[in-house]
C-alpha cells in the first residue's frame, strides 16, 4: 500500500506528465522512461530539501523550494515554460 508521501508525490508527477505533454512532443516509447526518471528525480529533490531519506509529507513550503529548483536547474530545461505553480496548486 502507498504512503500518502508516495501517493502525493505520483499525483504531482502526473500532473507535470501531463501538463508536459500537451505542450510537447515526446514518442510512445520514450513516455515510461520519462515518467519514472520525473518521480524519481522528484523523489531525490524532496529528500534534499527536507534533508530527509524518508520525506513523510510534502508541504507547501517543500512544493515552493521543489518548484523553484526545477525552474532554475539546467537539468530540467525540458519543463521549461510550464508554468508549475499553475500546474501543482490550482490544477
Known amino acids: 500500500m502507498k ?5 502525493s508525490l505520483l499525483l504531482i508527477t ?3 506528465v501531463e501538463a508536459f505533454v500537451l505542450n510537447n ?7 515510461p522512461n520519462f515518467i519514472q526518471n520525473l518521480y524519481a528525480d522528484l523523489y531525490r529533490e524532496i529528500e534534499t530539501i527536507t534533508s530527509n531519506k524518508t520525506p513523510q509529507k510534502i508541504t507547501k513550503e517543500v512544493m515552493e523550494c521543489l518548484i523553484e529548483k526545477i525552474e532554475t536547474d539546467k537539468k530540467y530545461d525540458q519543463l521549461s515554460g510550464l508554468n ?8
Open 3 to 7: 504512503t500518502d508521501f508516495e501517493k
Open 14 to 16: 502526473a500532473k507535470i
Open 25 to 31: 512532443e515526446i514518442e510512445q516509447e520514450d513516455l
Open 84 to 91: 508549475l505553480r499553475d500546474i501543482i496548486f490550482y490544477n
